[in-house]
Every structure is written in C-alpha cells, then in structure tokens.
C-alpha cells in the first residue's frame, strides 16, 4: 500500500482507529505487565529478605 501523506499513513484507508487502537492497548498491556512483574519481584525480595515463607 502506498500512502500519498502522513495523514494518509495514519488513517490507514478507514482502518486507523482499529490499527492505531490496537497498537496501544498492546502497548497499554506490555508496559502493565513490566510494572506488575517489577513490583511482584519487590515483593518477593522483601519477603525472602524477612524470611516470610508466604
């Protein structure tokens, strides 16, 4: 496909929003997951530094 302008790239012939959406609830959904793995290791690091078996 050949886009004749950058608004053209970005409107994806009518199929933008779905394109773009998509992109950033993935985007959305990776960068949760590296928040949530980094606290969950935080906590787990506390716990064996305290001795906690939970």
Known sequence: MAWQS???FFHMGGYGLY???SYAVTFGALA????????RH?????????GDPA
């Open 6 to 8: 950058w608004a053209d």
């Open 42 to 50: 935080r906590q787990a690091l506390a716990q064996a530094a305290a």
């Open 32 to 39: 949760a997951e590296a928040v949530l793995a980094q606290r």
């Open 19 to 21: 394109v773009w959406g």
